[in-house]
Nanobody, 123 residues
Framework: QVQLVESGGGLAQAGGSLRLSCAASGRTVSNYCMAWFRQVPGKEREFVSGISGFGRTYYADSVKGRFAISRDNAKNTVYLQMNSLKPEDTAVYYC?????????????????WGQGTQVTVSS
């Protein structure tokens, strides 16, 4: 099992930027499908962005054009660059990985999860 640790969350103003990092340990994730999800209290965890083992990226419509996912296989790390932040982006952001799907946006398909990092966007 791979261990995932998120960092980079915090407070930002609307229109600002943050970059989240997801550091993996235990095994290499270069061939994993990696993704970011987010969750607010009382709501289901929702997909934000994913990157396949081949580097194909995909996004939820709500963040397309504002967020960018990338990976650095040498550092075994995945990033989420978040620009033009909106108050509705406020959530706990989770990094997730799976070796069993080339790409997925479903929570149930991912078997490795980080503890989450809080992102708060003020208006």
């Amino acid at each position: 099992q791979v261990q995932l640790v998120e960092s980079g969350g915090g407070l930002a103003q609307a229109g600002g930027s943050l970059r989240l990092s997801c550091a993996a340990s235990g095994r290499t994730v270069s061939n994993y499908c990696m993704a970011w999800f987010r969750q607010v209290p009382g709501k289901e965890r929702e997909f934000v962005s994913g990157i396949s083992g081949f580097g194909r990226t995909y996004y939820a419509d709500s963040v397309k054009g504002r967020f960018a996912i990338s990976r650095d296989n040498a550092k075994n790390t995945v990033y989420l660059q978040m620009n033009s932040l909106k108050p509705e982006d406020t959530a706990v952001y989770y990094c997730a990985g799976t070796l069993y799907y080339s790409s997925s946006n479903r929570v149930k398909d991912f078997d490795s999860w980080g503890q989450g990092t809080q992102v708060t966007v003020s208006s």
